[in-house]
T-cell receptor, first 115, second 111 residues
């Protein structure tokens, strides 16, 4: 399968614990996006990378969230000191940067439940 | 600023048509349409660009009205497989930065 891959698919954690998610984009896709989605809502932008550079972060992204994309390949999203409000589906998407916007391909997501 | 989608939900019988609208208060460069089925990832449908032509494939098409900053998704002769939640994602610049998605329109098609 050459699509966007996310791991784990599900994560249950206790409040206050740290969690880390991984995203493997489609190879040769230099753009990588993280979104969060809660029930009944559209994906909410968190941050995005072009190659290894983090170009934009949402103002909604608290200091507890950090993302990396070393070497411009896979990316990790870490949430420190999780809160119940962090429970959501975390989606990763990738695309190729060209002169005109192209479609972004989404992974299956990581569903986080904070208890 | 989050685009506004309407209606919130649509119920159809197979073969009927539907229109889903996506409006923005900001000047848009592109509108991207996705469909998401329950428990699955959003799947790309099409992109509409400022100054571009109406797009379409099979019986799903879309248009972009620059004056109104509104895009419409047209589903004709709906099939059971069209059921899902449709999201529009918008971008205000050519650089293709991250999309801002609407809250979605849930489409239910029954036989």
């Amino acid at each position: 399968d050459t699509g966007v891959s996310q791991d784990p698919r599900h994560k249950i954690t206790k409040r206050g614990q740290n969690v880390t998610f991984r995203c493997d984009p489609i190879s040769e896709h230099n753009r990588l996006y993280w979104y969060r989605q809660t029930l009944g809502q559209g994906p909410e932008f968190l941050t995005y990378f072009q190659n290894e550079a983090q170009l934009e972060k949402s103002r909604l992204l608290s200091d507890r969230f950090s993302a990396e994309r070393p070497k411009g390949s896979f990316s990790t999203l870490e949430i420190q000191r999780t809160e119940q409000g962090d429970s959501a589906m975390y989606l990763c998407a990738s695309s190729v940067r060209r002169d005109a916007p192209l479609e972004a391909f989404f992974g299956q997501g990581t569903r986080l439940t904070v208890v | 600023q989050q685009p506004v989608q309407s209606p919130q939900a649509v119920i159809l019988r197979e073969g009927e048509d539907a229109v889903i609208n996506c409006s923005s208060s900001k000047a848009l460069y592109s509108v991207h349409w996705y469909r998401q089925k329950h428990g699955e990832a959003p799947v790309f449908l099409m992109i509409l660009l400022k100054g571009g032509e109406q797009k379409g494939h099979d019986k799903i098409s879309a248009s972009f009205n620059e004056k109104k900053q509104q895009s419409s998704l047209y589903l004709t002769a709906s099939q059971l497989s069209y059921s899902g939640t449709y999201f529009c994602g918008t971008s205000s610049n050519q650089a293709g930065t991250a999309l801002i998605f609407g809250k979605g329109t849930t489409l239910s098609v029954s036989s």
